[in-house]
């Protein structure tokens, strides 16, 4: 539970008991290869799932093969507190990378609501951060261009991939070929190729197999004008004045 601890420690102030409830939710641990689906569109999962390492994708297809990501998952991240209002899944996630999951009951995971504190705060916290990428994302795609929305995708990553373990100062691991980012901004392969190369020639950014290098933030950060206020990732729990 160590990825999960790690993320929710950024929503609320846990400790020691809190990691222990954690570690002690009944789970079984999946792996996946890269490609395999780890949930089907339409299927009734039964359980939540953790992240627990490994990176994979939320996606929607059309019926002539056509896709849309509409998210990144990394170790940490939740699917999908709507597992306890809906019964089938509305979207279908995949694993980029091989990918370990942990999966949880859906009553072991309430449990923690029901029981209030810190944890079940976090958990909230976690859903309004869903919410909010997943407005951002239509923004970035409905209003900026492809230089806008690679960078703004780029600096999004890292800041979420620093906090899941998968990075360090401006180096982060991004196991996402061009071809999903394609598939997440809406734009060709061509275009993602043609921004990439372009970032690099000019010194904002360094590519190395599956790790990217941001060399220029302040250019990267000012060509998509990114506030990352929408990740919610900074004294949350002190904002909306909780009090445990």
């Known amino acids: 539970m ?6 929710l420690s950024f929503y609320a102030d846990l400790g020691e008991s809190e990691l222990a ?15 395999e689906e780890i949930v089907s569109r339409g ?5 939540a799932f953790v992240v627990s390492s490994g990176w994979a994708a939320r996606y929607i297809s059309l019926e002539d093969g056509r896709s849309q990501i509409l998210n ?17 899944a509305d979207h279908s ?18 449990s923690l609501f029901t029981e209030g504190g810190r944890t079940g705060a976090a958990f909230w916290w976690c859903t309004l951060q869903e919410e909010a990428i997943l407005r951002e994302h239509i923004v970035r795609n409905g209003r900026r261009s492809a230089r806008e929305r ?18 360090a100062g401006e180096t982060f691991h991004m196991p996402v070929s061009q071809a999903m980012l394609a598939d997440a901004l809406g734009l060709s392969f061509v275009h993602i190729n043609r921004v990439l190369r372009e ?18 933030r302040k250019r990267l950060v000012e060509m998509c ?4 206020d929408y990740l919610h990732l900074d004294d949350n729990p002190r904002r909306l004045g909780f009090n445990f």
């Not at 990918?99 to 949880?104: D, Y």
């Open 2 to 7: 160590d990825a999960l601890f790690r993320r």
């Open 21 to 35: 409830s954690l570690n002690a939710l009944p789970h079984r641990v999946e792996t996946y290869e890269s490609g």
């Open 43 to 47: 299927e009734d999962p039964g359980e």
């Open 72 to 88: 990144f998952m990394l170790p940490g991240d939740v699917y999908d507190l709507q597992v306890f209002v809906t019964n089938g």
């Open 93 to 110: 996630v995949i694993a980029l990378n091989k990918v370990a999951v942990l999966e949880i009951k859906r009553r072991d995971i309430l």
């Open 150 to 167: 690679v960078a703004h995708i780029l600096l999004e990553l890292h800041r979420r991939a620093v906090i899941a373990g998968e990075g």
């Open 199 to 216: 970032f690099e020639k000019t010194g904002v950014i360094e590519r190395a197999k599956a790790h990217i290098t941001i060399v220029d």
């Open 225 to 228: 004008d990114f506030q990352e």
